[in-house]
């Protein structure tokens, strides 16, 4: 059974960097696309970017100049860097596994709340 | 405001049927057959229900059912059951750059 599980502070200042771990179990890294995915609080989803276990990376037009999405093969996890942040990044912020086929996440990790704030 | 539109809400009663829309575009739901549609309950992470705008992936009850005509999906839940009340999210495939638009969710109440 394939888990992912999120990881990092719960709570970063305005203008810092914000950054997340998600390490996979169950199944190796390799071969895939990764995903970050954040809802801020009554929100909608909102895809954030996609790395593959190869580094190839691509990240949502208007969140590109502040993302860096990495990969770390021998300890089967990927990382997210959102530079600058303000209010508006408070959110609910999921890696899941993109599926096979493309355009579709077929296992969650659970969610971890960064919010915001000084 | 989200790129694809749902509604907001919707209520139906025990072994009633449903049908939740994602209107999207040209240039997203109605240029790829690549719609999603995902149950989250409160609190929870998302869950996949339906792929490539028909497609469930083993484990989901047949209860749930995708299509779509032109601009707009809509995902079916048939006898609804207490268990369905959740927010459900509509996701679609919008080319190499933008990748995938969400719809704002819909927030499904059974009475």
């Known amino acids: 059974q394939v888990q992912l599980q999120e990881s990092g502070p719960g709570l970063v200042k305005p203008s810092e960097t914000l950054s997340l771990t998600c390490t996979v179990s169950?199944?190796?890294?390799?071969?895939?696309?990764w995903s970050w995915i954040r809802q801020a609080p009554g929100k909608g989803l909102e895809w954030i970017g996609y790395i593959h276990s190869s580094g190839n990376t691509n990240y949502d037009p208007s969140l590109k100049s502040r993302i860096t999405i990495s990969v770390d093969t021998s300890k089967n996890q990927f990382s997210l860097k959102l530079s600058s942040v303000t209010a508006a990044d408070t959110a609910v912020y999921y890696c899941?596994?993109?599926?096979?086929?493309?355009?579709?996440?077929?296992?969650w990790g659970q969610g971890t709340l960064v919010t915001v704030s000084s | 405001q989200s790129a694809l539109t749902q509604p907001a809400s919707m209520s139906g009663s025990p072994g009633q049927s449903i049908t939740i829309s994602c209107t999207g575009t040209?240039?997203?739901?109605?240029?790829?057959?690549?719609v999603s549609w995902y149950q989250q309950h409160p609190g929870k992470a998302p869950k996949l229900m339906i792929y490539?705008?028909?497609k469930r992936p083993s484990g989901v009850s047949d209860r749930f059912s995708g299509s779509k005509s032109g601009n707009t999906a809509s995902l079916t839940i048939s006898g609804l059951q207490a268990e369905d009340e959740a927010d459900y999210h509509c996701?679609?495939?919008?080319?190499?750059?933008?990748?995938?638009?969400f719809g704002g969710g819909t927030k499904l109440t059974v009475l």
């Open positions: 169950g199944a190796s890294i390799s071969g895939s696309y």
């Open positions: 490539d705008v028909s």
């Open positions: 996701c679609s495939y919008a080319g190499s750059s933008t990748y995938v638009v």
């Open positions: 040209s240039s997203d739901v109605g240029g790829y057959n690549y």
């Open positions: 899941a596994r993109i599926g096979s086929g493309g355009a579709r996440w077929d296992y």
